[in-house]
């Protein structure tokens, strides 16, 4: 069967959600966050609701996690902790502004069930950086998640890690750069990785997805799959026709406001992961 006519099939999910309730920009870690530029919070609020509904509507259930004043991004759940097997890798930021997100997530955790924890001593944005395919954990690293906090990773969650090296400033996290569409199948933009880190895709993924620029820079490839539906940024229109071709059923979501802090769709979801 050629990949155009393959028939892809959804595996309902469990997703943690943060409402952007006090979602605003009052610092710049990254290159999208502009201080100075204003958020519409309450738009902020409507669009998140449109993505939660979709999940819903999709059949996911989506648990919620109880924002706090002061931390504006908690919202990225993504970058909360990984969570794989049901054991729960907890994040540690690299910035002060967002380091007290890492022990709410995990008190999160604790509070809601989970056993295997690990808080962690290195640094590790959680699934910004870290994205899970079949075989591997996946893990950004240049900008934020540091190399012994993926040896961190591999030792707790026992699956390979394989470090890949990110040079361009405006895709900080992994999240940003690549998304996983199944288990061994994946979209990236090959742009923002290091030569040997394109080598390394290129082997492992021959059969990838390569987005253009022009659609990453909308935060095409902040994106979540559910094996079938792919959301995703609206505006990343020539990516949404290259999944189209290979099966998948793109769905394009307006996160305008989130953009603003430098995340969208696959930032504000973080995948709780059972064992299977
Ligand atoms: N303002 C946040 C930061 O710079 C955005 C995080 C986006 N999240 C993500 N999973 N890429 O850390």
Known sequence: MSSETRTRTTRLRRYLMCRPSHFEVTYSINPWMDPAKPVDTELAVAQWESLRDLYLSLGHTVEFIEPIAGLP???????????????VLGARFRNAERAAEGPAYLDW????????LWDPTEINEGEGDFLVTGQHVLAGQGFRSSRDGHAEAQEFLGRPVVGLELTDPAYYHLDTALAVLDDDEVMYNPATFSPG???????????????????AAVF???AVSDGRNVMLPEAATGLAEQLRARGFHPIGVDLSELLKGG????CCTLELREPR
């Not at 955790?109 to 295997?116: K, V």
């Not at 995340?263 to 696959?266: A, D, N, P």
């Open 73 to 87: 991004d908690m919202v990225y759940a993504a970058n909360g902790a990984t969570v794989v097997d049901g054991k």
């Open 109 to 116: 955790f604790r509070a809601n069930g989970f056993t295997e």
């Open 197 to 215: 880190s394109r080598a390394v895709l290129e082997r492992l993924f021959p059969d990838a997805v390569l987005a253009e620029p022009r659609d």
């Open 220 to 222: 095409g490839l902040n």
């Open 263 to 266: 995340g969208s769709v696959k």
